[in-house]
């Protein structure tokens, strides 16, 4: 029910304990360890009618929508209504028993909240579970578009490189 990024923020603030002592977020966990913490309780998406929904694609089983940039994907914490997951439980009540959790009821992935961009989402058990093993095999392609401002580089160009975790 929550990310890596708030597992990080736990550990930085010093709310998680391995074998009963903090550790740098860098700390390799073992298998004997034991892991606890002070962990804040998440919420989930509550209905957004207010929000408007561009639908690109609507089925009786998916529905795939454009995702404004500034709007998260998903509920972090409460009863959050101002997220996309929020603005199809409203259009589509079914979503709210499909997927991972209550956080991003029938949401196959997330956008960052300030990226736009398609997203897809299940309004079926059955797709989802077929979608998501499609999105695991790899077997959806995703591109990718920067804008960046700069007089460093050139005005056009094009780069194709794989996209990886900055470590």
Not at 128 to 139: K, Q, T
Request: aromatic residues 6%; negative net charge.
């Amino acid at each position: 029910e929550f990310g890596r990024r708030h597992a990080q923020d736990w550990i930085e603030q010093g709310r998680v304990f391995v074998n009963g002592r903090h550790e740098r977020k860098s700390y390799v966990v073992a298998t004997a360890d034991r892991v606890s913490g002070e962990i804040a309780h998440f919420g989930a998406a509550g209905p957004a009618p207010h929000l408007e929904l561009s639908v690109l694609l609507e089925r009786d089983d998916l529905v795939i929508v454009d995702k404004p940039a500034g709007i998260p994907s998903g509920a972090l914490v409460g009863s959050e209504t101002n997220t996309l997951a929020g603005a199809l439980l409203a259009r589509y009540p079914e979503m709210a028993r499909i997927g991972f959790g209550k956080r991003e009821p029938g949401l196959l992935h997330r956008l960052d909240t300030f990226t736009s961009g398609a997203l897809v989402a299940a309004r079926s058990t059955t797709a989802f579970s077929e979608l998501r093993a499609e999105l695991e095999a790899g077997r959806f392609e995703k591109n990718y578009l920067a804008l960046v401002e700069s007089n460093a580089i050139d005005d056009e160009g094009r780069i194709e490189l794989p996209l990886v975790p900055d470590e």
